[in-house]
């Protein structure tokens, strides 16, 4: 019911030829085409006369050089702010730049972008401007129109200039509608239906965190959307971290090696060894659960196990809460008469241990330099006899 005929109908018109000119006509500016094409329509057909809403009159000229007075009182009253505004425009800024960076094949440096940020604040400050963050709709209108390097942003600014010194009367001519036709189309241009489609095949809960996060942007604006993508992915990095993808390593028939096999794989379990992998740090959100699930295997195993094998390759980062639960965990182990051996062990992982006195404790002839070495070393002081490497596939 509140819908402006006039404005609706030429607005559709709009639309239309800016698809038809990057259809048709892709090396023709179709944003700049259509602001000519709709300052000529009001300017022949009067569209003010009919309720179609314009731009209106701009003030000529370039704003003075001011030097504003800040005093150390209102510094108090101005940080937070400045804080969270600094924080949204990098934010809002860095993620546009990769966006185009990604569409367009180029490398985004982010302490570049810093200091192009704030130093275009500092000079805006300067000629009393607004805060200066990028735009999601004139970095679009700008790369459907071809800009691709700051060259277009030089013509760009000498082109405003040259409006604001000349060519206002045109700009109060400009139908708003026009502006939202540009916007439309460039929004729908900058949806990448392929992307997503193959973003959902590789990893369906980050497509309903890009899926959300536009919701948002849509609904609430582009700041409420962002702090929401940065609390899902931060929820996400959590609950992956926490329950940390591992294995029970068992050792292939075809090679005598042990690995991450499949179930339906050839592989067989040694009788009381057993051989864990963990394919992430082990740190405070994840120590309980990878205690558990180790005290829980230890229990299950049939015979009972003598030697327990942790390939600790992938664990690059261990923190102190996790080193006192591993800590705890080896002393009950040990207890049992589990005795506990480590292979592979990086470099940061092996300082970990130390710090706790770990090392000491488990000693160096329980760290192996592989896993090989672990399970040939059980299999000599058990005297069980492993499948040769070089033994040929079971058919």
């Known amino acids: 019911p509140q819908t402006h005929l006039a404005t609706f109908f030429f607005g559709v018109l709009l639309v239309v030829l800016l698809f038809a000119l990057a259809h048709w006509l892709p090396r023709v500016p179709g944003a700049l085409a259509v602001c000519a094409v709709a300052i000529a329509a009001t300017f022949v057909l009067d569209l003010g006369s009919y309720g179609v809403a314009l731009v209106g009159e701009v003030p000529s000229g370039f704003p003075h050089l001011t030097i504003p007075a800040v005093h150390w009182a209102d510094l108090a009253a101005l940080a937070p702010a400045a804080v969270a505004i600094a924080f949204l425009a990098f934010s809002d800024g860095i993620l546009l730049a990769q966006t185009f960076a990604e569409k367009n094949g180029y490398e985004v440096s982010p302490n570049r972008e810093l200091v192009a940020l704030g130093s275009a604040n500092i000079l805006a400050g300067l000629w009393q401007g607004f805060p200066v963050s990028a735009s999601q709709s004139r970095t679009s209108i700008v790369d459907s129109a071809g800009g691709r390097t700051q060259l277009a942003q030089l013509i760009l600014a000498v082109g ?86 591992d294995a029970v390593l068992r050792r292939l028939r075809s090679d005598g090696k042990f690995h991450d096999c499949l179930d339906d794989e050839e592989a067989e379990s040694v009788p009381g060894l057993l051989v864990y992998r963990l394919y992430a740090p082990l740190i405070f959100a994840n120590a309980r659960h990878v205690v558990t699930r180790l005290r829980t295997l230890v229990d299950q195993a049939q015979p009972p196990v003598k030697w327990l094998v942790i390939d600790a390759q992938a664990i690059h980062d261990m923190d102190v809460t996790a080193a006192q639960r591993f800590a705890e965990l080896h002393r009950e182990l040990v207890a049992r008469g589990v005795d506990v051996k480590i292979a592979d062990a990086p470099r940061p992982f092996r300082e970990e241990l130390a710090k706790v006195g770990l090392s000491e404790e488990i000693g160096g002839a329980d760290f192996y330099v592989s896993v090989k070495q672990a399970t040939q070393a059980y299999a000599r002081q058990f005297d069980v006899a492993p499948l040769p490497e070089s033994a040929p596939p079971v058919p």
Request: hydrophobic letters at 65%.
């Open 160 to 245: 405003l200039l040259l409006f604001l010194f000349f060519l206002t009367g045109l700009i109060a001519l400009l139908p708003k509608v026009a502006l939202g036709a540009i916007l439309i189309v460039t929004a729908i241009g900058m949806l990448e239906v392929a992307s997503l489609k193959g973003l959902y095949k590789i990893d369906r809960v980050e497509c309903g965190i890009a899926l959300g996060v536009t919701a948002a942007i849509l609904l609430a604006g582009v700041v409420p959307g962002i702090i929401l993508g940065l609390l899902l992915s931060l929820t996400t990095v959590l609950v992956e971290v926490s329950r940390p993808d």
